[in-house]
């Protein structure tokens, strides 16, 4: 008697945690990408371009284990929120942040920092691998040089049904600090909300205003994804901070088809 009291006790307090544990677990499941990638936007505030060693990125990335990896001279960042979608809550929603290496991995500090590439894509069921098919996305280059429109540019590309469906941010070391701030600040609860958001104002409001538009029927990156993977080596298999590498093929497509990939006269805020 006292044995079967005791089993059913077990087994009620075994279900009373399954029934009331479960949602907390799933809280924190939902959670924390959200949260790591805003310990992530707090952390890069002292990173700059041309001026950060590299070796300080790699460190960086040991703190953010299974959403980080460092391949020979880049650092990537991702954070998804994979839980929302598996549930059928809301659409892929990725927030990547690639570091390039300028100059070599023996020189002092590791090199610098010579690229901070920031992006945010939010895609529909199996597009999220292949970066294309966007339902909106906001992508950020940061560059040690100034381009030919000048050390800080914004557009939004609005697509045929009124919507802004992306939006291409440029910085350089000339941009002012109100600019930087503005441009870095992507709204992270994107990858928390219920729906998902929705398009690229949604994903970075702060550079709206002054921001050039840009009516067009012809997404921005267009076959620049495809070129862009081509043109990059194939990643050594040297992984930092955690089991888990980050969607390399996808970060490749989505940032690093920028206007030194693609040449011939193109930039991310032509018309």
Not at 1 to 19: N, P
Not at 179 to 206: M, N, V, W, Y
Request: aromatic share 8%.
């Amino acid at each position: 008697m006292v044995t079967s009291s005791l089993q059913r006790r077990l087994l009620r307090e075994l279900a009373y945690i399954i029934v009331f544990g479960s949602p907390l677990v799933l809280f924190f499941l939902i959670a924390m990408p959200r949260s790591n990638a805003a310990r992530l936007t707090k952390s890069l505030e002292s990173v700059a371009v041309n001026r950060t060693k590299f070796n300080d990125v790699e460190r960086l990335a040991t703190r953010f284990n299974g959403y980080a990896a460092c391949v020979g001279d880049n650092c990537l960042f991702q954070f998804q929120n994979s839980w929302l979608h598996r549930l059928h809550l809301a659409p892929m929603t990725e927030f990547s942040v690639m570091v390039q290496r300028v100059g070599h991995a023996s020189d002092p500090g590791g090199g610098e920092v010579g690229a901070i590439d920031m992006a945010m894509l939010i895609s529909g069921d199996g597009q999220a691998r292949s970066g294309e098919g966007a339902i909106a996305s906001a992508i950020v280059f940061d560059r040690g040089e100034i381009g030919p429109s000048g050390p800080y540019t914004a557009s939004i590309n609005i697509g045929l049904d009124g919507r802004p469906d992306r939006t291409v941010v440029t910085l350089s070391p000339g941009a002012t600090a109100r600019q930087r701030t503005r441009a870095r600040a992507f709204d992270l609860r994107c990858l928390t909300r219920i729906g998902g958001c929705k398009d690229s104002h949604q994903i970075l409001p702060e550079v709206w205003n002054g921001a050039r538009r840009i009516e067009s029927a012809k997404s921005l990156i267009g076959a620049g994804p495809s070129a862009a993977i081509a043109a990059r080596p194939a990643f050594a298999k040297r992984r930092v901070g955690g089991p888990i590498a980050p969607n390399w093929r996808f970060a490749v497509a989505l940032i690093w088809s920028s206007p030194h990939v693609w040449g011939n006269g193109f930039s991310p805020t032509a018309g």
